[in-house]
């Protein structure tokens, strides 16, 4: 099956350094890749939209400057996070789209614990 | 963004059919209803989806009302390792097609 892969699954950084995530698509293409982001005992949040090629698209709330998204090829798509606080400490998922077809849903990677010190 | 209400939890007996409700009465005729899982401090795990039909895999079924407006998930027999958040998702029908999450169902699978 489809399988997403996320980089590194902990990480523990000091306040006001940038911190990257990367999501692979192991065994397909993604056009499409998702961010969201998860606090404890809370729902998932999506935070943006990464397009191949493209500039990300970002919902309401979530700052651009300092969440980075790039999403340079098929297969990889990468969120920095820049200067982190401790405020930014949370679980980042990615997830990727495995087929063109909508009725798809979407597979997600394991998720990147950052803790910000 | 959620369109989706679950309750918050559900306990279940080991070895017995959890059923999960969810309700999605906002859903428009091309939407599709997805139900994914979270095992603790894991990545969301596809379960099952359907557009009208009732559905059925390996892991579940998934039973939609006619009208479209409620769905309910079925684990036939629950084990411990189910014990899960569950989260029912309709698929936003704008161009970027993106997942809005819930706040899903706590589900406690009881020895």
């Known amino acids: 099956g489809a399988v997403v892969s996320q980089h590194p699954s902990r990480v523990i950084c000091k306040s006001g350094t940038s911190v990257k995530i990367e999501c692979r698509s192991l065994?397909?293409?993604?056009?499409?890749m998702f961010w969201y982001r998860q606090f404890p005992k809370q729902s998932l949040m999506l935070m943006a939209t990464?397009?191949?090629?493209?500039?990300?698209?970002?919902e309401q709330g979530v700052e651009k400057d300092k969440f980075l998204i790039n999403h340079a090829s098929l297969t990889l798509s990468t969120l920095t996070v820049t200067s982190a606080h401790p405020e930014d400490s949370s679980f980042y998922i990615c997830?990727?789209?495995?087929?063109?077809?909508?009725?798809?849903?979407?597979?997600f990677g394991s998720g990147t614990r950052l803790t910000v010190v | 963004d959620a369109k989706t209400t679950q309750p918050p939890s559900m306990d279940c007996a080991e070895g017995r059919a959890a059923n999960l409700p969810c309700n999605h009465s906002?859903?428009?005729?091309?939407?599709?209803v997805y139900w994914y899982r979270q095992i603790h401090s894991q990545g969301p795990q596809y379960i099952i989806h359907?557009?009208?039909n009732n559905e059925t895999n390996e892991m579940a079924s998934l039973i939609i009302t006619e009208d479209r407006k409620s769905s309910t998930l079925i684990l036939p027999h629950a084990t411990l390792r189910d014990t899960a958040v569950y989260y029912c998702?309709?698929?936003?029908?704008?161009?970027?097609?993106?997942?809005?999450f819930g706040t899903g169902t706590s589900l406690t699978v009881i020895p």
């Open positions: 990464s397009n191949e090629g493209s500039k990300a698209t970002y």
């Open positions: 065994d397909f293409q993604a056009t499409t």
């Open positions: 906002t859903i428009s005729g091309n939407e599709y």
């Open positions: 998702i309709v698929r936003s029908s704008n161009t970027g097609n993106q997942f809005y």
């Open positions: 997830s990727a789209s495995h087929s063109g077809d909508r009725s798809y849903g979407y597979t």
């Open positions: 359907g557009l009208k």
